[in-house]
């Protein structure tokens, strides 16, 4: 069986995009930055209220990929072993034998990730990083395919343990799941009306229609995306601007604008390009960059958020022609 082609490819991860529509209304910008993230071997770090269907979103992705999935709900008694797996002894053969915990699997769900001790938070850099994770010593390599996708609630701080800056900047991208508008609450109520049920995906419809096949087409065409020099320069030139800001105490590193490059040829692809625009690199800058900078605290005293610094950056930094 040949392999997908680039066209093939795209029209399938834009059927992916309509099929989560089944189940989720008015998260367009997160289901593409979702999208992105399966293009660029990305993890996504989801961050909203409770009740604006985060893990359904994820769940729903993962029903219409043909990839296998599991999902951990992490809390303060989590340990490190129950997410990476244990050696395990087997009294018939007298012998240790590993028993691999769910990171082993194609899309781990991390529900509420930032409710668990950073030891075990610290369990996931090792597979984020090298997809790969060492128990007693011995690596074991994950899937080709493999992505996190945490989620965690901005307003219970109670009981919560921030992530670090290095596993934030694990995360290819930071979305925010804003609240719905006013019609598309209406449309959600409306659904639940008819019988909708969350816990029941496959009767709303939702199927796979992508998989590891196009998948992988997809990403060698996004590597054949082309990249001038003007649009490279102009990436680090913002990247460069984060350091200097009065308004930050910790600007974006290298590692950050290598993930701006990635997101935003991924995106020029999605749309139907084979090069990248200064338009393409604005429009993933404030998801990819904005959990890899750290305000001062008289700047968040003033309410200054990194959204506005990242957006005075954009307007700031001269656009190449």
């Not at 850099?125 to 090298?130: T, V």
């Not at 007693?136 to 945490?150: H, N, S």
């Not at 390009?273 to 990819?288: C, E, G, I, M, S």
Request: proline residues 8%; glycine residues 6%.
């Amino acid at each position: 069986m040949s392999a997908p082609s680039a066209d093939s490819a795209r029209s399938a991860l834009e059927a992916l995009r309509q099929e989560i529509s089944k189940a989720v209304v008015g998260q367009d910008a997160t289901v593409t930055g979702m999208v992105v993230a399966l293009l660029c071997r990305g993890h996504v770090l989801l961050e909203g209220v409770p009740g604006v269907a985060k893990t359904l979103l994820v769940r729903t992705l993962a029903t219409a990929l043909d990839l296998d999935t599991k999902r951990v709900q992490f809390t303060p008694d989590l340990m490190p072993s129950d997410v990476t797996g244990s050696l395990v002894y087997d009294s018939r053969t007298a012998e240790f034998s590993f028993q691999p915990g769910p990171v082993f699997t194609n899309l781990l769900l991390a529900d509420e990730i930032n409710r668990t001790p950073p030891k075990t938070q610290a369990a996931l850099l090792e597979a984020m990083e090298e997809h790969q994770v060492s128990v007693d010593g011995t690596p074991r390599a994950l899937p080709e395919f493999f992505l996190v996708a945490a989620t965690q609630n901005p307003v219970e701080y109670e009981g919560t343990y921030p992530l670090p800056e290095a596993q934030l900047d694990r995360f290819l991208l930071k979305l925010n799941v804003p609240l719905p508008s006013r019609d598309t609450e209406i449309d959600v109520l409306t659904r639940h009306a008819e019988g909708f049920d969350p816990r029941d995906l496959h009767a709303t419809g939702v199927r796979p229609v992508a998989g590891a096949a196009e998948i992988q087409a997809a990403r060698a065409a996004v590597a054949e995306t082309t990249v001038a020099p003007e649009v490279t320069g102009y990436i680090v030139d913002i990247c460069r601007a984060t350091r200097e800001s009065p308004s930050l105490s910790l600007g974006v590193s290298p590692r950050g604008a290598t993930a701006l490059l990635a997101t935003a040829r991924a995106w020029a692809w999605l749309t139907g390009r084979d090069y990248v625009t200064p338009d393409d690199v604005k429009a993933f800058a404030p998801p990819t960059l904005r959990h890899r900078v750290q305000l001062r605290p008289e700047a968040e005293m003033e309410g200054i958020t990194a959204d506005s610094v990242i957006n005075s950056i954009l307007s700031h930094v001269p656009v190449p022609r």
